[in-house]
């Protein structure tokens, strides 16, 4: 059977094709202002490089905080559902998940069912998640990437006083004119954002396995400091920012928590807008 | 934030300086300085014998120490005093422990509290301080001594950087920002994100659809308006209310504030009657300073700090 | 006077509350909090004020949220340690924890 997840996130949008535990094809895209339209071509592009079309997919899961943007969805999951869903399937020692997004962070806890016993979450405040790393990487004028890899060659840890994304951007400015490395920036910045993962996990008590997911995730740099701030190991899968997208496409029509189940076969349908933002 | 080339820093109010012209302060007993360095503008008032002798308005450079001098050199400037005429010197706000004439540095909820009390009157009950930072709410007594208070400085929002970034974002200068938000057909719904860099994304997907700018900044000024608001309410606002700091010359935003809240915010002038016959000039970014230059001149009144007057 | 240290965002309010005219200094709240963001010292406040006073210490005051977090201030079945070892009723919080987490 071949199943779709969609991860509709406040920046970038991800799905995943499987058919039987296989993964057919995956794509992401930003999400934009024009939602709706975002997610209908990533849709459709996917399909076409995996030689689908949308009638071969028997079931749709939606999940993000845009999730009702997928009209064509049979039902759609919480993110937190779906992260506990897809962790649990690639890391069935998985008791802790984070997930650090653009515009969010959360930490949950899982049983080996992968059903979700707690969490705890970090929306409408910008530090902490990737939008102040972006915030940050535009001051030092150093890209992302960039900032992961010199995150390392720090040799002075540096504590941030600023726990908010407008305020982190003056600091970084200041520390600029004061001389401090652009390493040593970069892994102050790092360590700031792991230290409000880190309390945000500490509130719903931190269980091995950790799994680290998100797009966060991919930088190696910020998973550093966050290991360091839990004082745990921790795993990442590839593809962290699928994961969404993943645990969706994992969930059957049985499972879906919200809304009532559409019964029909997905089919294409032309959308009308609403609000655009 | 980096910005190369800038012609016009859009988010500052201008700088200014005075003093008054009606004091000889070779006769007074207590000469007080009290700078407040702020994380945007500096502000350095003279105080002589408890009447207002002087000040300098002027912008936080990326050092403190220096805007402190800086600012203390602009207050001085058209006068003949020198730093070491000064009896007694406080240094508050954001950067108060950086003051390096400074004597002694008091918190500037204490300061503005007491500022506030000496430029509006002992019937203030409520003051609201935004500074670029950070925003206050203190509930003070006749004398202006602190009853109660609520800060924020870890969020931007409902701050002076939440403006800053919103008039940096559009070209406006702040200064205009006011009236242009009244000149609209209709008061749109406020912007939902708190979070200054969300609600910047909501901006930009605004000015994408093509709404009007004015429009715009009457829903950024409206919302700022609630965030105050929220703050405001927990603590409960008690007349007379007076608004210090930047954001008071802000009309957007204080007029919506008012509006949502019921209270109107004490007119803006001295409540010293001889102050306004003689037009002394009326900056409500004074006030952190002015409290901190009437706290040296009352330590030095009973006798609990010694003068550092070296000439 | 009523001394709210804590901060407000799109989350919610988070502020630890002393009522300093209550406070004696005694320390007790500094000894029992466990994340230690507690001090007794000059009270910053009210300069003309002679004993000291409880307060949160500067670097903790933007981090309440977490710090006090595992207290669960307003949803646990015990009061907080702090305000339980205050025999005069001195220290509060608001209702942000309360709110965020209790289901």
Not at chain 1, 23 to 48: C, H, M, N, R
Not at chain 1, 220 to 243: C, R, T, W
Not at chain 2, 73 to 100: H, Q, S
Request: charged content about 25%; hydrophobic content about 40%.
């Amino acid at each position: 059977m071949i199943v779709a997840g969609i991860d509709v996130g406040g920046k970038n949008v991800h799905i995943v094709i499987k058919k039987d535990g296989q993964i057919l094809g995956k794509g992401a895209s930003p999400t934009g202002i024009k939602k709706a339209e975002a997610v209908e071509a990533l849709y459709d592009q996917v399909l076409k490089q995996a030689g689908l079309t949308r009638k071969d997919v028997e079931r749709v899961v939606a999940t993000g905080s845009a999730a009702k943007r997928v009209a064509f969805a049979n039902g759609s999951i919480s993110d937190v559902a779906a992260d506990a869903r897809g962790a649990i399937k690639l890391f069935p020692n998985a008791r802790t998940v984070i997930d650090v997004g653009a515009e969010e962070g959360r930490s949950i806890k899982v049983n080996p069912e992968g059903k979700v016993l707690d969490f705890a979450i970090n929306d409408k405040c910008a530090a902490g998640t990737g939008t102040f790393l972006e915030a940050m990487s535009r001051a030092l004028e150093v890209s992302v990437e960039e900032m992961s890899k010199i995150a390392f060659d720090s040799t002075k840890a540096i504590p941030m006083n600023a726990q908010c994304a407008v305020f982190g951007e003056s600091e970084v400015v200041s520390l600029i004119h004061q001389n401090t490395s652009k390493p040593d920036i970069s892994r102050a910045v790092m360590d700031a954002i792991a230290g409000r993962v880190g309390a945000i996990a500490r509130i719903v008590g931190l269980e091995k396995d950790v799994v680290v997911v998100g797009g966060m995730a991919k930088n190696a740099g910020f998973v550093d400091s966050l290991k360091k701030n839990i004082e745990m190991p921790v795993s990442v899968p590839d593809d962290p920012d699928y994961m969404g997208a993943f645990g969706a496409s994992e969930t059957t029509l049985s499972g879906i928590l919200e809304e009532e189940v559409k019964a029909k076969v997905v089919e294409r349908e032309s959308l009308s807008e609403g609000k655009a933002y | 934030m980096a910005q190369k080339g800038k012609p016009v820093e859009f988010w500052r109010w201008p700088e200014s300086n005075w003093v008054n012209p009606d004091i000889d302060w070779k006769k007074c007993k207590f000469i007080t300085a009290g700078v407040d360095v702020g994380s945007v503008s500096t502000q350095a008032v003279v105080m002589v014998d408890g009447e207002f002798f002087a000040f300098g308005n002027t912008r936080t450079g990326s050092d403190s120490p220096n805007s402190a001098i800086k600012g203390m050199g602009y207050t001085l400037e058209k006068t003949d005093m020198k730093i070491d005429n000064i009896d007694y010197c406080i240094g508050t706000g954001y950067g108060r422990v950086n003051v390096p004439m400074a004597q002694q540095s008091i918190t500037e909820i204490s300061c503005h509290a007491r500022g506030a009390n000496f430029m509006y009157g002992p019937e203030v009950r409520t003051v609201m301080d935004m500074g670029g930072q950070d925003c206050k709410v203190i509930n003070v007594d006749d004398r202006g001594k602190v009853l109660n208070f609520m800060m924020n400085d870890k969020c931007a929002a409902g701050t002076g950087r939440g403006m800053e970034v919103f008039a940096d974002l559009i070209h406006v200068p702040v200064w205009e920002i006011g009236p242009r938000s009244f000149q609209i057909p209709k008061e749109p719904p406020p912007i939902s994100s708190t979070c200054v860099v969300f609600a910047k994304s909501e901006v930009v997907g605004l000015l994408e659809q093509g709404v009007p700018e004015n429009e715009i900044m009457a829903a950024y000024c409206s919302a700022m308006a609630h965030r105050i608001m929220e703050l405001l309410n927990r603590l409960g606002v008690k007349e007379r209310f007076v608004i210090t700091g930047g954001i008071a010359k802000n009309e957007g935003v204080i007029k919506r504030l008012e509006k949502e809240l019921g209270v109107k915010t004490a007119e803006r002038a001295w409540y010293k009657k001889e102050y306004i016959e003689r037009g002394y000039p009326f900056d409500t970014q004074l006030a952190g300073a002015i409290g901190a230059a009437l706290f040296g001149n009352a330590l030095l009144k009973m006798g609990k700090a010694k003068s550092a007057r070296k000439t | 006077m009523i001394a709210n240290y804590g901060f407000k965002d799109g989350s919610g309010d988070w502020y630890v509350t002393f009522d300093t005219d209550k406070c004696n200094g005694c320390g007790k709240c500094v000894e029992v909090c466990p994340e230690k963001v507690l001090e007794v010292g000059p009270d910053e406040f009210d300069i003309f004020r002679e004993e000291p006073v409880a307060f949160v210490k500067h670097d903790e005051r933007k981090k309440v949220r977490y710090s006090c977090a595992p207290c669960k201030p307003g949803f646990g079945e015990k009061p907080v340690s702090c305000a339980g070892a205050c025999e005069f009723g001195a220290i509060s919080h608001s209702d942000g924890w309360k709110l965020q987490y209790s289901r």
